[in-house]
């Protein structure tokens, strides 16, 4: 019989971010799948109260908590302690956690400290038949691959983005305080602040509706023989903010960078989507001025719906790789889609 534990730390505010909620939806619905399974919760932080109340109608037998000053900020020390002491209140057979980086940096750990294992970037989890497999990709998400494991506790880090999030009623939780014995060197790290671009200046959002790509070509040279970047800058820009996208980048684009060429001057190589890059979610995906390689596009495997803007109609995206491609300047483009934008903003009506 297995007992889960959803482990979960709170946000700066006490309250519990969206990836949580989808590592809480998964814990819920295998505990369903297990007869006789128990689900406990477990959580982290400053304060925690908030978040068990918004999540106390979940079906949790117990409602365990570490607490207090010590637990605000990510730290590798503090957070394992934390982890680990929870995880033996609740005697847990299986750990399900959001994939965050705190989480990411301390559980691989813990489940060491624990005797058990871990599994990171799980986008699926099933209980049918009593058996529980999770799944994740390899290979840079060419490949899936679904494994069990006989090890308990197993450690589960469950892929933001991956799951539907838990959506039941707030409600009033009564929270186990559970205590955690410190190493002495625990406090060794402190946190002196949090140094983060202004909001308006992030391009990497992840719950965003639409992925912009840019690539290389909006620093070539254009019809005219001359290259228009401080142009392309503005459009995307304009564009980010108007649609409110996510800017992705091909690897050339952000490699001109490294090499001291003109590119945008908001783009790092965070931004770069593919093999070497990242992969992330989004419903959709529009991509400018980029050729649609496959080391490229291996990067868009979680897009659900994507789109091209090419002037070369036997680009890669051409090969299967795009459900739309036009064949067009994106230049011309994305200053109509912003003057549309723009009007729809405004509530005009373009005639
Ligand atoms: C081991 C390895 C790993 C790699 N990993 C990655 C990775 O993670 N991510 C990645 O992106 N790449 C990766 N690459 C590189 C990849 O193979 C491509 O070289 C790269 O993606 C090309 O970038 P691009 O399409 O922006 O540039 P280009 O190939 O230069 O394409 C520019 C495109 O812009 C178009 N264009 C120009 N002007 C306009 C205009 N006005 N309107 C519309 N279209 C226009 C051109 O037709 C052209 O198709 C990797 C390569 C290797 C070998």
């Known amino acids: 019989m297995e007992t889960i534990l959803f482990l979960a730390h709170t946000e700066t505010d006490g309250s519990v971010a969206k990836p949580a909620l989808e590592a809480l939806g998964a814990a819920a619905s295998l505990g369903e799948s297990l007869p006789g399974s128990k689900l406990m919760v477990g959580l982290v932080g400053e304060t925690i109260q908030l978040a068990a109340d918004r999540i106390a109608t979940c079906g949790a037998t117990r409602f365990l908590g570490v607490a207090g000053?010590?637990?605000?900020?990510?730290?590798?020390?503090?957070?394992?302690?934390?982890?680990?002491?929870?995880?033996?209140?609740?005697?847990?057979?299986?750990?399900?956690?959001?994939?965050?980086?705190?989480?990411?940096?301390?559980?691989?750990?813990?489940?060491?400290?624990?005797?058990?294992?871990?599994?990171?970037?799980?986008?699926?989890?099933?209980?049918?038949?009593g058996a529980i497999s999770v799944s994740r990709w390899y290979y840079r998400q060419r490949m899936e691959g679904t494994l069990r494991r006989?090890?308990?506790?197993?450690?589960?880090?469950?892929?933001?983005?991956?799951?539907?999030?838990?959506?039941?009623d707030a409600g009033q939780a009564s929270v186990e305080a559970v205590a955690v014995s410190l190493p002495d060197n625990c406090q060794r790290t402190t946190v002196v602040g949090v140094r983060e671009p202004a909001a308006d200046a992030q391009t990497i959002r992840?719950?965003?509706?639409?992925?912009?790509?840019?690539?290389?070509g909006w620093t070539k040279k254009q019809a005219d023989g001359q290259a228009h970047v401080k142009e392309a800058e503005q459009l995307i820009f304009n564009c980010l903010k108007l649609a409110r996208a996510s800017l992705g980048s091909s690897k050339s684009?952000?490699?001109?960078?490294?090499?001291?060429?003109?590119?945008?001057?908001?783009?790092?190589?965070?931004?770069?989507?593919?093999?070497?890059?990242?992969?992330?979610r989004h419903?959709?995906?529009?991509?400018?001025?980029?050729?649609?390689?496959?080391?490229?596009?291996?990067?868009?495997?979680?897009?659900?719906?994507?789109?091209?803007?090419?002037?070369?109609?036997n680009c890669g995206w051409a090969r299967g790789?795009?459900?739309?491609?036009?064949?067009?300047?994106?230049?011309?483009?994305?200053?109509?889609?912003?003057?549309?934008?723009?009007?729809?903003?405004?509530?005009?009506?373009?005639?």
Do not use: M
């Open 69 to 129: 000053a010590a637990f605000a900020s990510s730290r590798y020390a503090t957070d394992a302690a934390a982890a680990e002491a929870l995880a033996k209140a609740a005697q847990a057979t299986l750990v399900l956690a959001p994939a965050t980086s705190r989480w990411h940096r301390a559980l691989p750990g813990v489940a060491q400290r624990l005797g058990g294992r871990a599994d990171t970037h799980v986008t699926g989890i099933s209980g049918s038949d």
């Open 150 to 168: 006989a090890q308990r506790p197993w450690l589960i880090l469950v892929d933001p983005g991956s799951q539907q999030p838990w959506q039941g």
């Open 283 to 313: 419903p959709k995906g529009l991509a400018t001025c980029c050729h649609g390689e496959e080391p490229h596009t291996v990067g868009w495997r979680f897009i659900v719906e994507r789109r091209a803007i090419n002037l070369d109609p």
């Open 253 to 280: 684009l952000v490699d001109l960078g490294g090499e001291g060429q003109a590119v945008l001057s908001f783009l790092t190589h965070l931004n770069q989507i593919g093999q070497t890059g990242s992969t992330p």
């Open 206 to 216: 992840p719950d965003a509706h639409l992925l912009l790509v840019a690539g290389a």
């Open 321 to 351: 790789k795009a459900d739309v491609l036009y064949v067009a300047d994106a230049f011309a483009v994305l200053a109509k889609v912003n003057q549309l934008l723009a009007a729809k903003a405004c509530g005009i009506v373009p005639v």
